[in-house]
């Protein structure tokens, strides 16, 4: 999937400014409450989390939150690791008949590890289209870091693109219906939604647009449950410059309810400085309190990094290194 490790990096820089830096305690006081609108319906949400707001006011709530978002990236890093199985693991082909499947409707049945499974992929790429579809009936592969799975149900990868003389656009969307499990514990799970996105970037210009959409996408592990709702981010670049724009819903049972994550001011991180702490921008999450991280201008003070939790300042930092945020895990 040439463009969602991308995109998963912007979405994992954008939670973490936020969750990273939140060290201070809880505040008194109620702050001003803006809720992200309801996207997609949810279908796997059998605890109720999505209807009431997470507790926002101690370091166990952050910690629970950052937990939550964790989550949603295992179930994107799960399906990655299967369709590495499934394309570069060597699995054998299912004769039908004496022929192919590929033969008959672009498509081809591949055995699994476990003789009652399968998976059928069909391939309706063309030229600068790709477009696949994972059919998976109790299909049971290893995985690099989830050992073995059971699988169930159907993914979808599409994606296109075009350049010309230094400018270039793609887009793409991927859909999940898979439930399953983890076969040595036996725990099951299910993952249900999609995402969709679309990039454009002017070389000569050196300005550029990522923008990254979903209504909603659920993960349940057992009895754990995390979603995302009405997602919307998106990443301009211009010369130097970074903006990042985030908006979205978290739902999860570690937090036993959801919170609101916006960015009312922009984080902008200007590429030409030494270090990469944002110039500006706030990041603002909102369950029953308020957290707000603020940098560089946001801040009101010569601080780089000013947390505030309902409207009162619990943490100060002069730069981002003393604040101990990492504003690319896993990529530096």
């Not at 370091?59 to 937990?67: I, K, L, M, N, V």
């Not at 209504?215 to 009405?230: C, I, P, R």
Request: net charge negative; aromatic share 8%.
């Amino acid at each position: 999937m040439k463009q969602q490790a991308f995109i998963k990096s912007v979405m994992v820089t954008s939670v973490a400014l936020v969750l990273s830096a939140c060290g201070g305690g809880g505040g008194g006081g109620g702050g001003s409450d803006r809720e992200v609108s309801s996207g997609g319906s949810l279908s796997l949400d059998d605890g109720g989390y999505s209807t009431r707001k997470a507790s926002l006011s101690t370091q166990e709530d952050f910690e629970g939150t950052t937990s939550a978002y964790q989550s949603s990236e295992e179930a994107l890093d799960l399906v990655t690791e299967v369709e590495d199985v499934i394309n570069y693991g060597g699995l054998e082909e299912i004769v039908h008949d004496g022929a192919t499947a590929q033969a008959h409707d672009d498509s081809v049945d591949l055995a699994c590890e476990n003789e009652s499974g399968s998976v059928k992929v069909t391939d309706k790429s063309v030229s600068s289209v790709i477009d696949l579809r994972y059919d998976f009936s109790n299909c049971r592969l290893t995985t690099v870091s989830f050992g073995q799975v059971e699988l169930n149900g159907s993914y979808t990868y599409q994606e296109s693109g075009s350049s010309s003389s230094g400018s270039e656009s793609w887009s793409g969307s991927e859909t999940f219906n898979i439930s399953g499990s983890f076969v040595v514990s036996g725990t099951p799970f299910a993952l249900k939604g999609g995402d969709s996105w679309s990039e454009s970037y002017d070389a000569a210009a050196e300005q550029g647009t990522l923008t990254l959409t979903s209504n909603v996408l659920e993960f349940k592990k057992g009895t754990s449950y995390v979603a995302l709702q009405n997602s919307l981010i998106t990443l301009s670049v211009d010369g130097n410059q970074l903006a990042l724009n985030t908006q979205f819903k978290l739902i999860s049972s570690a937090m036993n309810g959801y919170v609101d994550y916006t960015t009312p001011s922009p984080v902008v991180i200007d590429l030409s400085q030494e270090t990469l702490c944002p110039i500006q921008g706030i990041n603002r999450m909102a369950g029953d309190g308020v957290v707000e991280v603020r940098y560089g201008m946001d801040t009101g003070t010569s601080a780089d990094v000013v947390v505030e939790v309902n409207s009162n300042t619990v943490a100060s930092y002069e730069t981002c290194d003393e604040s101990g945020i990492n504003l690319f895990p896993g990529t530096l």
